[in-house]
C-alpha cells in the first residue's frame, strides 16, 4: 500500500523550540524562553541589570556556564508561546523570567490556589433552585430582602454551597411552579454572619420567624446566598405548564444543563436570553 504524502510545512512554519537555563551550581531552573536558530545563547552575551544576566554573571564568576537545553522543538511559533508560558506558570516566581502577555489570560494567576477560581475551578452556569418553602424559609422574604437560603442539615447546607457569584438560578415554588430568576451575588454564608440593607439578615422583620432556629450551628443552621432578583412572580402567578417534560428535581440545586425543554420553557414565560445573563 502506498504510503500517505507528508503534509508540506512552510518553511519557518515549524522551527521553533524552546528551551532552559540551569544553574550547574544547585541545578535549578532559571529562565525559559522560546526561540529559533542562535536564540537560545542570545542570553550569554546580554548586558543588562536584569536578574536573569545577573545569575549568568554569577556563574561565571564562579568559573562555570549556565547549562542551556531546548526541552522542546520543531513547533510552531504559536505552539512555542503556549510551552514556554506554561513553563513560566509552573515554576513561577523561581523564575528569573519576566513573563509576557502571551497566553496570560488563560493561566490561573499565582498565589490563590487555595481559592476557588470562576473559569478555572468552575464555570458559572444556569441552576434549578427548589424554594423549599416551609417552617424554616419564606419566598416574600427572599423578595423583599434579595436572597435564597437552604439549611438544617448538612446535605442541603452543601447544596447551597455549591452557588457561585455569577451563577443564574431559576427559582421552583412546590405545587406552584418557577417564581424567579435571579443571579447569585454572594455565596452562602451561615444566616447570623449574613448582612442585607447595611445590617444582618436576621435583624430585619422576617415574615419567616423560623429561620433564626439553629443559627450558632454551622451544620445545622440556615445558609444564605444574595441575590439579584431579574425577575419574581408571586405564587400565584408562577409560571408551569403540565406534563411539558420541566425538569423539577427533588434537590435543592440542579444543573439546567442538558434542559432544554426547560431552558426554553423559562425564556419565554419570563422573556429573557438566561445564556446572556450569566456572569
Same mark, same amino acid.
Given at each position: 500500500?502506498?504510503?500517505?504524502?507528508?503534509?508540506?510545512?512552510?518553511?519557518?512554519?515549524?522551527?521553533?523550540?524552546?528551551?532552559?537555563?540551569?544553574?550547574?551550581?544547585?541545578?535549578?531552573?532559571?529562565?525559559?524562553?522560546?526561540?529559533?536558530?542562535?536564540?537560545?545563547?542570545?542570553?550569554?552575551?546580554?548586558?543588562?541589570?536584569?536578574?536573569?544576566?545577573?545569575?549568568?554573571?554569577?556563574?561565571?564568576?564562579?568559573?562555570?556556564?549556565?547549562?542551556?537545553?531546548?526541552?522542546?522543538?520543531?513547533?510552531?511559533?504559536?505552539?512555542?508561546?503556549?510551552?514556554?508560558?506554561?513553563?513560566?506558570?509552573?515554576?513561577?516566581?523561581?523564575?528569573?523570567?519576566?513573563?509576557?502577555?502571551?497566553?496570560?489570560?488563560?493561566?490561573?494567576?499565582?498565589?490563590?490556589?487555595?481559592?476557588?477560581?470562576?473559569?478555572?475551578?468552575?464555570?458559572?452556569?444556569?441552576?434549578?433552585?427548589?424554594?423549599?418553602?416551609?417552617?424554616?424559609?419564606?419566598?416574600?422574604?427572599?423578595?423583599?430582602?434579595?436572597?435564597?437560603?437552604?439549611?438544617?442539615?448538612?446535605?442541603?447546607?452543601?447544596?447551597?454551597?455549591?452557588?457561585?457569584?455569577?451563577?443564574?438560578?431559576?427559582?421552583?415554588?412546590?405545587?406552584?411552579?418557577?417564581?424567579?430568576?435571579?443571579?447569585?451575588? %454572594?455565596?452562602?454564608?451561615?444566616?447570623?454572619?449574613?448582612?442585607?440593607?447595611?445590617?444582618?439578615?436576621?435583624?430585619?422583620?422576617?415574615?419567616?420567624?423560623?429561620?433564626?432556629?439553629?443559627?450558632?450551628?454551622?451544620?445545622?443552621?440556615?445558609?444564605?446566598?444574595?441575590?439579584?432578583?431579574?425577575?419574581?412572580?408571586?405564587?400565584?402567578?408562577?409560571?408551569?405548564?403540565?406534563?411539558?417534560?420541566?425538569?423539577?428535581?427533588?434537590?435543592?440545586?440542579?444543573?439546567?444543563?442538558?434542559?432544554?425543554?426547560?431552558?426554553?420553557?423559562?425564556?419565554? %414565560?419570563?422573556?429573557?436570553?438566561?445564556?446572556?445573563?450569566?456572569?
Amino acid at each position: 500500500m502506498p504510503r500517505r504524502p507528508k503534509a508540506k510545512v512552510a518553511p519557518g512554519e515549524s522551527d521553533y523550540y524552546v528551551y532552559v537555563y540551569i544553574d550547574p551550581r544547585n541545578f535549578e531552573e532559571f529562565y525559559y524562553g522560546k526561540g529559533r536558530g542562535s536564540r537560545k545563547d542570545s542570553h550569554l552575551t546580554e548586558e543588562s541589570d536584569s536578574e536573569k544576566a545577573r545569575r549568568i554573571r554569577a556563574i561565571r564568576n564562579a568559573n562555570l556556564e549556565p547549562i542551556i537545553r531546548v526541552i522542546a522543538r520543531n513547533l510552531s511559533e504559536r505552539d512555542a508561546l503556549l510551552v514556554e508560558k506554561t513553563l513560566l506558570w509552573k515554576l513561577g516566581r523561581q523564575l528569573t523570567n519576566v513573563s509576557s502577555g502571551h497566553y496570560s489570560d488563560k493561566f490561573r494567576p499565582h498565589n490563590n490556589l487555595h481559592v476557588e477560581l470562576s473559569g478555572f475551578d468552575y464555570q458559572n452556569g444556569i441552576y434549578f433552585y427548589n424554594v423549599g418553602e416551609g417552617s424554616h424559609r419564606n419566598w416574600d422574604d427572599y423578595v423583599q430582602y434579595g436572597f435564597i437560603s437552604a439549611g438544617q442539615g448538612v446535605r442541603w447546607r452543601d447544596a447551597i454551597k455549591r452557588f457561585q457569584p455569577g451563577d443564574v438560578l431559576a427559582a421552583y415554588l412546590k405545587r406552584h411552579g418557577f417564581v424567579g430568576i435571579g443571579r447569585i451575588i %454572594e455565596q452562602a454564608r451561615p444566616i447570623r454572619e449574613a448582612m442585607v440593607e447595611g445590617k444582618p439578615l436576621l435583624s430585619h422583620d422576617l415574615r419567616c420567624k423560623g429561620m433564626k432556629q439553629n443559627a450558632e450551628s454551622n451544620e445545622l443552621c440556615e445558609h444564605v446566598a444574595l441575590v439579584d432578583w431579574i425577575h419574581t412572580l408571586k405564587r400565584n402567578e408562577a409560571k408551569w405548564k403540565r406534563k411539558a417534560g420541566l425538569y423539577t428535581p427533588r434537590r435543592v440545586r440542579a444543573s439546567l444543563d442538558g434542559q432544554p425543554t426547560t431552558i426554553e420553557f423559562l425564556e419565554q %414565560e419570563f422573556e429573557i436570553k438566561l445564556r446572556e445573563i450569566v456572569a
